[in-house]
Structure formats: C-alpha cells, structure tokens
C-alpha cells in the first residue's frame, strides 16, 4: 500500500484527462494521471489485424473483466453488453476511434428553447428531459479552434466568419478560421455520395477528422490503408491524445503516469472536499493518492459509478448527488444504415479512412424544417463501410444481406463474394434525446474483475420521437442511394433498443444546482475541488461524434483552472 | 511440407515482393511515411516464411475438439460457408482449424458451451432425423441450421439453440476472413473470395479513384510482416 501526494490527480487519461494533464502540467501543477489500461506506442499498431482489434475488442474493455449491462426498462434483467465501444488504454478512445472531428451547430446547445421558440412547447416529447447547455456556442469557439490545431484536424470550413464556402460544411456555425489542414482524399463512396446527393441538392462534404492529410508538428500524413475505426494509426497520423498531448504532458516535468491502475474509489473529508483518491495497482495492492484536485474523466459509465461507490454519511446518496441527478438523462446515438450495392463497378470502400467519410449535414440539429414531421432534431448523414470499420469480419458480421438473401449458406457466400468490393452503407446518426429514465446505476447481480458492481444501462432509443425521425432518416437515406446510382438499396436492421456508440449524460451540467450535477466547467456543484469533465456532463448530444466537443470543453476546463481557480480555489460560477 | 504449404510459400513471397515494390513507387511520390517503408523493406527480406499456426496433432483439429466433434464442425461451416469451383468456402479456409485452435487459447471460456451446443445439436438431429449431423444428406443439414437460427430447434437449453447458430456462424467468419496467422482463411482463401487484399500500408490517389477491382499489389498478411531477423533463414 503506498500514499502519494500531488496537486492534481486525474483518473483516465483519454481524449479529456490527456488535454489536462498537459495543460496543467504545464502550468506548474504536478499531476498524476490514473489509467486502467497499458500506454501503447505507434509501433505497437503495425501491421493490422482485423480479428484482434476490431473482431475482439483489444484497445476496449475487456466484455468480461470490466463488464458493462444494458436493460431496456427498468422491469427487465441486465446483461453484459457485447461491446463496449470506448478505450482501455492511455489516450482512451481516441486511440482506436474513427476520428470525426465535428463543432456542435448553434442551436445544438440550446435544443429545448430553441425547438420551443420555433415550434412551440408542444413539440418537444413530454417525458423528454432534453436540455440546454450552460455553456454556448461562442463561449467554445475559441477552445475547438486550440484543439483543431493543437490536435490537427483536416477538413474544409463552409462558414468562415459567416461567409459561407462550397465544399465545406455550410451549415456549421461561423468559425474565426478555416482547418490547420486541407481535407482528406476521397475514396469512391465519398465520390459517389457527393455525386449523389448533390443531384439532390443536398451539401455534401468532406467530413472533418483528426487525421493528418499532411505532415504535421512532426508527424507523418495518412496512407490511407484504411485501418481507424478499431485499430490504432500505423504511421501516427490519427490525432490521438496517444501522439499528440501524452507527450507534451511528459515534457512538462510535472506529469506522472500510473497504467494498469483502477481507481475504486473517491475520498472526501468531513468538510466535504475531496481528498484525493484510492486505486487498485497492476499488482493488485490497494494505494492512495492525496490530492488538493481531483478530476474524473473515465468514459461515462464509471463517472456515475465512481461517484455512487464513492458515498459517505455526509453523502448518502453518492458524491455530487444533492440534486438526485447523478446517472440521469443517459442517451446515445444509433446509427440506421441503408446498403448501396453496385453491379457495374467498384466501390472499395475498404480504402481511405474508414469512418463516416462523407457527410450532409442538411438533416441534422434543426438545419430543416421539422413542421409537421412528428419529431424533434435530426441526424448526420454519411457514407462509410457496413461498421465504420471496412475488414471482411466486420463486413460478415454488419453488412445485412438485402431481402430474399439468407445470411449464410451458398446465396451468401455469393453476396457477399460479390458485393464486398462493390457496395458502400449510408449511415444516420441520430440525435436522440435524454429522457430522466434512461439511466447509469449500479448492477446488483454483475461484478467485475476488482468485485465492484457492473455499470448498469437502463435505455432504449425506441421512443416515438426517435422511431419517427428514424424512418423520416431511412426514407432519404434511400433516396441518396438511388441518386448514386446503385443497383440495388435495401435498409440494414435496426438496433433492438440498446445504446449505441457515443453515449452521454450520467453527470449532467447546468446552471442550477438543483437539477445538475456540475457547472460548465465540469466542477461539481457540491464539492468544487472535484471535477467531472466528458461527454457525461452533455445535457443534449447533436447527430455528431462527440470527441471534438468533450475535448474543447476540457480545453475550456483547463484554462478556467489555470487562469483562476489554481489562484483562488473555490466555485467558479 | 504439404501441397497447400508450399502453395502458401509461394504466394508468400510473391505477396512480400509485390508490397514492398508498390510501397516504393508511392515513396518516391512523397506520400508514404517512414515506418510504412521500413515495412515494406522488412517484408521483401523475410519475405519467405513458414506457414500459419498450426498444431502438432495435424492441418484440422486436435487442440480442443475430439474427432466426432470436428467432424460435425466442419461439416456445419461447410454448409455455413459452402465451397465451390474458384468459390472457397469453409472448407478451404481451414474453418475448422481456426475453431479449434482458438477454443484452445482465446475462446477458452467457449469450450463449454461449445461442448453442449455440440450434445445438444446431435441429441436434436438424433432425434428428428435418427442420425447424426454429419450423416445427413446437405438439405436435412440446412434444414437443421434453419430451425436453430430461427429458434425452432427443440431441447436446447443452454446455449439456446439460436445463440450457438450466431456463436458458429460469427466463428465461421472469423476463419473465413481472419489473418490466415490464427489457422484460418489457408492460402487467404477468405480474402479471395470477397477481393480484400489484407493489410496494405498504403493505398495511392491512383488506387482511391479507381472503379476497377484491386489488383496492384498482391494479398498482404501478417505472417510476412511478423517474422523478425531471428526467424529467417
């Protein structure tokens, strides 16, 4: 058992724990970083391979070490989700992800008041607890613009200081300036999306990924062998937190990180300030870290249960609880899928980045008019392989065969012998919105490896608002299908309730203490030397990937913390 | 060293030269990063390597299933993944092997269910047909997978007989298109069926604009890259 002090631990070091170790690291702080997995290196990624890193989930959670269980309704059994679709390992996610890169619209941040203003109260579902944000579009621009180039995110603007730019993106908020670098390459699904849906008259374009198109800061440009969404980059040309803000936290001096250790648990005092934090070591001893801050940046599930394992007498309800909203309000994308399949020629969608290659964003947040429709918000339209992932595994286990086809046998064998080359999926990733009983608490049948009860998922997406913008979503993801020309279209099969990648919510941020559990900067109202910084703290998600957003959020974070709160320790707000 | 070895040795080689000769034309445009060079150089030099995992006990089984159990295996892929002329199937790609070897090592925590799936799967067609599955013709076999992917099959408990159809057909496609390292997808059986040339360090503005099938560059697996200096030779 050892002790350590330390100004500042934090516990996971992924897309938001690496940007504070950095940047407080680097403001003099000495900071401990807690990481449940190993630090990997660029040459750990080389070569490829389809069945450990996507088929079997190694830079993930282990499904049965640290397993994760999902119910629809609070009346039904939790079981252990098959994936976990987050990172187990120093850079966290970022590691492994598929690297959109994407600024939230304007009205993403405030979807309740904006939807009431421009379609009355009515509009928004009754049970639906989707909120705005405390935080607004420009409070963050500046922040997304530090992580566009610190990080290094290729794209082209569509709205430079309100002038709007074909070729990019015209319906996102006005940026200061345009990407550090030009966009990728297109592969042949980019090209015929864009052909398509232009027909249409729809935006497409390149979508925005922290992957270099060009060398950068010392690193090495994209070769395009389309191995991201699962793998880690063989060249270091993903921005992962891994090559990027790792070791600028290293050269600061004030950095220390502890792999292979899992935090149990979070100590406060009498007083009611945290204390610090105790952990499991790779060797299995029991330590502790004193600390004067702590910050929790784990992914979602171990935010809420951390803090609800964490209770004392002074907080019999968890930490950071006095409002009862810790673990509420959890959603998360789905993704509906329509099947592009060419019988005249090649797609290949196995090059290029893999992830949501080419997008419209004409569906998305409130880009079009919503009257009459049945729902609120939108989704991100794009084209990518079946999974985001483009190996023949992946492609065997997502790519539905189209109606008629079985899914194994001789009439199989020959689809997919066919068709693997020759078709593209189109994708929505809809916004769905938190609902109070969509839910992380703790299981009550399920341990994992260290015997601390599982994470429980209470959720499904299957609400009549979202089953409505999903079929509104598939109808014009055929309609692009058939604009690009393909011969055959046909819808992939939905999720059957259960939480799909990108999940949210758990520590809700607000502007009122009594109905959210952190401020804007991810201070706990309760106990203002505990943070909790991520994609937890998101009162409403928008149809994009959240990554680019939690990461200028613990931007913002840390400069809050350095320029005041390191002076003058106390709530921010 | 058996036929298919000599065959896989052969395309082995071709498969290194071809890479690292591509890898080289794309260096000279300045689009190729260090490491994907270094690859491509240490590819043509342990180009000529020794085939993918295999256990001592022989090509198909012996390190988990006993032979009842493997004949039963490879009989269920076969008609999971069915192999024809120019079309390989299961069978070709050393399904069976794949399973095997990985009950052994990754999916140790499988071996039961899989030994039940495997009673109750035999109980099920003893019962309906009077013979075991591998003695029926290939109609009654698809009739059986049928039943058990619909749920329909009666007497499983556990695994239910739906829940062992998806482990079986999620492992057929794991040997059907797994690096050819875990004993599956021989001779990239899996990889040239659907067209995938496997792990390419690079792909070029060339290759990204084509509308043609890809045909530059030969098949790379991870055998190739693996080997280190000490292996060679």
């Not at chain 1, 304007?106 to 008041?113: G, L, P």
């Not at chain 1, 401020?519 to 990554?547: A, C, E, H, K």
């Not at chain 2, 058996?2 to 080289?24: P, T």
């Not at chain 2, 604009?209 to 693996?226: E, M, Y």
Request: a neutral charge; charged letters at 20%; glycine letters at 10%.
């Amino acid at each position: 058992m050892a002790t350590e002090k330390t100004d500042v631990v934090i516990v996971g070091m992924g897309a938001v724990g690496g940007i504070l170790a950095a940047e407080l690291g680097k403001a003099g702080m000495k900071v401990i970083g807690l990481e449940r997995g190993p630090r990997l290196s660029t040459a750990d990624f080389n070569p490829h391979d389809e069945l450990r890193y996507f088929q079997r989930q190694e830079l993930r959670p282990n499904i049965k070490r640290q397993p994760v269980t999902w119910r629809p309704n609070a009346s039904a059994v939790a079981r252990p989700m098959p994936v976990l679709n987050y990172g187990n390992q120093a850079g966290g996610g970022t590691v492994h992800y598929g690297t959109l890169s994407w600024r939230m619209h304007e009205d993403d941040f405030k979807a309740r008041s904006h939807t009431v203003e421009r379609y009355g109260a009515a509009a928004i579902p009754e049970d639906s607890s989707v909120a705005d944000w405390p935080v607004s579009y420009a409070d963050l621009e500046p922040f997304y613009d530090q992580a566009e180039y610190e990080l290094g995110v290729s794209g082209k603007a569509g709205n430079l200081q309100g002038k709007k730019i074909d070729g990019g993106n015209v319906f996102e908020a006005p940026r200061k300036r345009d990407y550090p670098l030009p966009p990728l390459m297109d592969d042949q699904s980019g090209v015929l999306f864009a052909e398509g849906t232009r027909k249409l008259g729809y935006h497409p374009f390149s979508s925005p990924r922290a992957i270099l198109s060009q060398p950068y800061h010392d690193r090495a440009n994209c070769t395009y062998c389309g191995f991201c969404q699962s793998f880690g980059c063989h060249v270091g040309a993903k921005s992962s937190i891994l090559v990027t803000k790792l070791p600028e936290a290293d050269a600061t001096g004030n950095f220390k990180l502890l792999t292979g250790t899992m935090c149990y648990h979070v100590r406060t005092d009498n007083s009611g300030r945290a204390t610090g934090v105790s952990y499991y070591g790779p060797d299995g001893s029991d330590n502790t870290i004193e600390a004067d801050l702590v910050i929790l940046s784990p992914f979602i599930y171990d935010n809420t249960r951390l803090l609800l394992l964490s209770k004392t007498d002074k907080f019999p309800n968890g930490l950071a609880n006095s409002s009862g909203q810790l673990g509420k309000h959890v959603t998360a994308h789905i993704m509906a899928k329509v099947f592009a399949a060419y019988d005249d020629r090649f797609v290949n969608v196995y090059m290029g980045p893999s992830a949501q290659k080419h997008t419209i964003d004409d569906f998305n947040g409130d880009n079009f008019d919503h009257t009459g429709l049945g729902f609120m918000r939108g989704a991100q339209i794009s084209v990518a392989p079946a999974d985001l992932e483009a190996g023949p595994i992946g492609t065997a286990m997502s790519l539905d065969p189209p109606p008629g086809v079985p899914k194994w046998g001789t009439a199989y064998r020959d689809f997919l012998g066919k068709y693997f080359t020759r078709y593209a999926a189109i994708n929505a990733q809809t916004e769905n919105l938190a609902y109070a009983d969509q839910t992380i608490d703790l299981d009550p049948n399920v341990r994992d490896q260290y015997g601390m009860p599982a994470p429980r998922v209470t959720y499904d997406w299957r609400r009549p608002n979202e089953l409505a913008r999903v079929e509104f979503l598939m109808q014009k993801m055929e309609g692009i299908g058939k604009a690009m020309g393909a011969s055959k279209v046909w819808r992939g099969a939905l999720s059957p309730g259960a939480p799909g990648a990108h999940h949210e919510g758990g520590t809700r941020m607000g502007n009122d203490p009594k109905t959210s559990v952190v401020n804007r900067y991810g201070q706990t109202w309760d106990i203002p030397n505990l943070f909790v910084i991520g994609s937890s703290t998101f009162p409403s998600m928008s149809g994009f990937n959240p990554t680019l957003t939690i990461q200028a959020l613990a931007y913002m974070s840390a400069d809050a913390i350095v320029k005041r709160y390191k002076n003058r320790p106390g709530a921010l707000v | 060293m058996k036929k298919h070895d000599e065959s896989r040795r052969e395309f082995l080689v071709r498969a290194a030269v071809g890479a690292g000769a591509a890898a080289g034309v794309v260096a000279s445009a300045g689009l190729v990063a260090p490491d994907a060079i270094a690859q491509s150089h240490e590819q043509m030099e342990g180009g000529s390597s020794t085939a993918a995992a295999q256990h001592p006990n022989g090509p198909e089984h012996g390190a988990f299933f006993n032979h009842a159990d493997s004949a039963t295996i490879a009989a269920f892929t076969e008609r999971l993944m069915p192999s024809a002329p120019d079309k390989p199937g299961a069978r070709e790609a050393d399904v069976l092997n794949y399973i095997d070897l990985a009950l052994a090592g990754a999916y140790t925590d499988l071996q039961e269910f899989y030994r039940h799936g495997l009673a109750q799967l035999d109980a099920y067609c003893r019962g309906k047909y009077k013979e075991a599955f591998i003695l029926l013709v290939p109609e009654k076999q698809d009739e059986v997978i049928s039943a058990m992917e619909e749920g329909k099959a009666t007497g499983f408990a556990w695994p239910a007989a739906k829940e062992f159809f998806n482990t079986l057909r999620t492992h057929t496609m794991e040997g059907m298109f797994a690096d050819p390292l875990y004993g599956g997808n021989r001779d990239f059986a899996g990889w040239r069926l659907v067209g995938f040339p496997g792990a390419q360090a690079i792909f070029s503005p060339t290759d990204l604009q084509s509308k043609q099938a890809f045909n530059r560059a030969p098949i790379v697996g991870l055998q190739i890259t693996a080997k280190g200096p000490a292996a060679r030779g």
